[in-house]
């Protein structure tokens, strides 16, 4: 899974509030009709709406028009990780419930994960899963507080692909399927260890992808495991308060060079979804793009300095989320929260299966 050690050296930046404003957990709160959590995807990836907030007044869209708003000379930066079927259910030798959510896969068939259970199971307890195989405690361990140590008898990602269910976000609210199989995934996924998807990349099909290129239009890749800390909300109003969680990253020589070659053409850098965005501004956290990979807990607020991104497409994020913050310190908090009321009264689809937004770096 592409990890050189189990816990690689952090990249650890919080970014400074703005000046003029020390924003705080409400400013970052929306009132959402629940009807607007979309529970599918739209029928076909590139026939989700897009809202175009690169234009003024900002328009409404179909994704499969982005090849048209962006220009020749461009490049498109993806995350390529690939979703694995993270979520098991299985019991405990005491024959209660335990639920698994698999964060991170490590050496020697070790894994980091999330458990759930009436009362938390020691170092040395047996988790029998997916009625299928057994599971060892060895304790607790991580990057992150709450994560459990387990040790599989075979090679987890065979054994996930095999027994485990997709780990739908917990606003989804049906059992996964076949289809979430195939569509709570990338069609460039190439590299297994992500617990959810990197949403904004859901909307791409090969018509798009083809669209890309006839238009001149290129494309790298990072991977970011994305984790299901992506979900956790913060409860502090005071933002400097909250704890980011970890995920690891990679960032290639190959798409350095890339993103190089673009700006000395005089293209701009467009980060597909926040997972890319944050992939590569951990990267460049010392004022240069770097490859390498390790972990990032970077924590993007208003204020933050982008050395890399000039324009993302992402989805539309949940109320007081890390995402909403960081989107804001991309294109601006009072821009945000007027297309948010927007989306809203047009009716567009939220958070991982909904719609999509094209915003423009404003600092």
Not at 218 to 228: D, I, R, S, Y
Not at 304 to 332: C, D, Q, W, Y
């Amino acid at each position: 899974m592409n990890h050189p050690h189990p816990t690689p050296s952090p990249v650890t930046t919080t970014a400074s509030a703005e000046p003029a404003r020390a924003y705080t957990l409400s400013d970052f709160d929306f009132e959402l009709p629940p009807e607007l959590i979309a529970q599918h995807p739209a029928p076909q990836r590139s026939a989700s709406r897009l809202l175009d907030a690169t234009c003024k007044p900002p328009a409404d869209r179909v994704f499969r028009e982005l090849p048209a708003l962006l220009a020749p000379g461009d490049l498109l930066v993806f995350n390529d990780t690939q979703v694995i079927k993270a979520r098991l259910f299985g019991r405990k030798a005491t024959g209660g419930a335990v639920e698994v959510l698999v964060e991170r896969i490590l050496p020697g068939h070790e894994v980091l994960a999330h458990l759930r259970a009436s009362k938390s199971p020691k170092a040395g307890a047996v988790l029998r899963l997916a009625e299928a195989f057994d599971a060892e405690v060895l304790g607790r361990g991580g990057p992150d507080d709450g994560l459990f140590r387990l040790r599989f008898p075979d090679d987890p990602l065979a054994l996930l692909e095999r027994h485990g269910h997709v780990p739908l976000p917990p606003y989804i609210t049906h059992a996964d399927s076949e289809d979430d199989a195939r569509r709570y995934q990338t069609v460039f996924a190439a590299k297994p260890g992500a617990v959810a998807a990197p949403t904004a990349a859901l909307h791409f099909d090969e018509g798009v992808l083809a669209a890309l290129r006839e238009r001149g239009i290129g494309t790298a890749q990072v991977t970011l495991h994305v984790g299901a800390g992506t979900f956790q909300p913060v409860r502090t109003e005071n933002l400097a308060e909250h704890k980011m969680h970890s995920e690891w990253f990679e960032v290639s020589a190959n798409t350095v060079a890339a993103i190089e070659r673009t700006r000395a053409a005089g293209g701009r850098i467009v980060a597909v979804g926040t997972t890319t965005l944050r992939a590569l501004e951990s990267a460049a956290v010392s004022g240069q793009l770097v490859a390498g990979s390790r972990d990032t807990d970077l924590f993007i607020t208003p204020g933050f300095t982008f050395r890399v991104v000039e324009v993302l497409i992402t989805n539309f994020h949940l109320p007081k989320s890390t995402l909403m913050m960081l989107v804001s310190a991309f294109a601006g908090h009072g821009h945000i929260m007027a297309l948010y009321r927007h989306a809203i009264e047009q009716r567009y689809r939220f958070f991982s299966y909904g719609d999509a937004m094209l915003l423009a770096r404003t600092r």
